[in-house]
């Protein structure tokens, strides 16, 4: 694992210095019962890691053991569901180093996407230090760092007061018809993880479009 250049990332996704302490210690404990996750990335792009951790709400259900090579006390579902996440951020920092072609180039020039970037960390993390600017009572649950989920990563990830989990997605823009797809899409992911539970979603713009609307 880049363990340092890894670090650096991370700290340029403006974590907090905890969130960042558990990321590394998660992907190195994956590394350690798996092997090199750098080869893992070259071999298939952590694609096998990633289903090797997988435990399902059914596997819940049946009360499964823990089958992976991970050793750990506790809830296996929640466990993994960690680990699972850990490797899939750093499946996302490998992918953003380009280290293989696997990434369109920007249809932006490169300072207008990296600013467009700088404000959503920036907007990001200051509404993580007001979530309750944005709704009374909500309480952020992903330890302080985007939520991975199959269709991607959510910005924030939130529980409200009667307990149902929020998915919140923040676009410095304007927002269209692919935002409201977006948080769609992680909505139905958070659904299928929490069986059961009420999953709604909140969407911060600049401004909505037309198309926007007539979606939400």
């Not at 990633?50 to 750990?72: G, H, M, Q, W």
């Not at 600013?115 to 944005?134: N, S, Y």
């Not at 977006?182 to 401004?207: F, K, P």
């Amino acid at each position: 694992m880049k363990k340092v250049e890894y670090e650096k990332w991370l700290q340029t996704q403006k974590y907090q210095a905890n969130t960042i302490t558990t990321q590394l210690h998660r992907a190195s404990r994956v590394e350690e019962s798996y092997g090199d996750l750098d080869e893992h990335f070259k071999a298939d792009q952590l694609a096998s890691v990633i289903a090797a951790l997988v435990y399902s709400t059914e596997d819940r259900r049946r009360n499964r053991p823990n089958l992976t090579k991970i050793p750990f006390q506790g809830d296996p579902y929640n466990n993994l569901a960690s680990y699972r996440d850990a490797v899939r951020r750093y499946q996302r920092f490998r992918i953003l180093q380009a280290d293989v072609g696997v990434l369109p180039k920007p249809v932006v020039n490169e300072n207008e996407l990296g600013q467009r970037i700088g404000l959503e960390r920036d907007m990001q993390a200051a509404l993580r230090l007001r979530i309750d600017q944005l709704e009374p009572d909500l309480k952020i649950i992903d330890e302080g760092a985007e939520r991975s989920v199959e269709s991607g990563f959510i910005d924030i990830t939130a529980s409200d007061a009667s307990g149902g989990v929020v998915v919140i997605e923040l676009k410095t823009g304007v927002a269209g018809q692919r935002a409201i797809a977006q948080i769609l899409s992680y909505m139905g992911d958070i659904a299928e993880e929490h069986d059961g539970t009420n999953v709604r979603g909140i969407l911060v713009a600049a401004e909505f479009d037309t198309r926007a609307k007539a979606a939400a």
